[in-house]
């Protein structure tokens, strides 16, 4: 069945690391979404790709980057990693004009 | 601030009992709207959807009932078992076309007993 994946499902590091985590969806949807959940914030959009080489940024992009060279994977790279980041992290595909489902989460913590 | 929200931020119903989920949206310019289920731990699972030219849709034991004269929307879930024991979101999408951003509410905590 097509799916959408996520990994790594946990991850600890250290402020000013480098972190990248990866998406990757087998139903050849052209969009893909980063989210961020944090209590009393709900789900907020980092950044999104509407296709291969299309990126664009959400509401809260400040310190993350996205590249698309694929229509199945779209990793989400953190710069320098801050505690502020500390999150747990959703990616999300849809089909133009079609639903939209989210991986299973990224527990991200940044010491 | 956000423009959509939700009445109740938790709910405890019965097992058995009908539950209503409220949300309120303020851009009237919102034409798609979805609800989605969030079990600890997991990944938002989508529910059911309704477009703005529609006021009801109905799923497998879930209705969505839309109001744009007031802006809200509901969901109603028939005979609510413990595994409806999640948080659930709203998210609409604003503005047209079919590359939708949405925005989602902060969620409703529904709490089932036995």
């Known amino acids: 069945d097509a799916e959408i994946t996520q990994s790594p499902r946990h991850k600890i590091t250290e402020t000013g690391r480098q972190v990248t985590l990866a998406c990757h969806q087998t139903?050849?949807?052209?969009?893909m979404f980063w989210y961020r959940q944090d209590l009393g914030h709900g789900l907020r959009l980092i950044h999104y790709?509407?296709?291969?080489?299309?990126?664009n940024k959400g509401e809260v992009s400040d310190g993350y980057s996205v590249s698309r060279s694929n229509t199945e994977d779209l990793p989400l790279t953190l710069e320098s990693a801050a505690s502020s980041q500390t999150s747990v992290y959703f990616c999300?595909?849809?089909?133009?004009?079609?639903?939209?489902?989210f991986g299973p989460g990224t527990r991200l913590t940044v010491l | 601030g956000e423009s959509v929200g939700l009445h109740l931020p938790t709910l405890s119903v019965q097992e058995g009992d009908n539950s209503i989920i409220n949300c309120a949206y303020s851009?009237?310019?919102?034409?798609?709207f979805i609800w989605y289920k969030q079990e600890s731990g997991k990944g938002p699972q989508f529910i059911i959807d309704?477009?703005?030219?529609?006021d009801k849709r109905q799923g497998q034991r879930v209705t969505v009932l839309l109001n744009k004269t007031v802006k809200h929307l509901s969901l109603q879930i028939a005979a609510t078992q413990p595994g409806d024991s999640a948080v659930y979101f709203c998210?609409?999408?604003?503005?047209?076309?079919?590359?939708?951003?949405?925005?989602f509410g902060k969620g409703t905590l529904l709490t089932v007993n036995p």
């Open positions: 139903w050849n949807h052209n969009n």
């Open positions: 309704i477009r703005s030219n529609m």
């Open positions: 999300a595909s849809r089909a133009d004009g079609g639903k939209q489902f």
């Open positions: 851009n009237s310019a919102s034409d798609y």
């Open positions: 998210a609409e999408n604003i503005g047209g076309g079919s590359n939708y951003k949405l925005t």
């Open positions: 790709s509407y296709g291969v080489h299309d990126t």
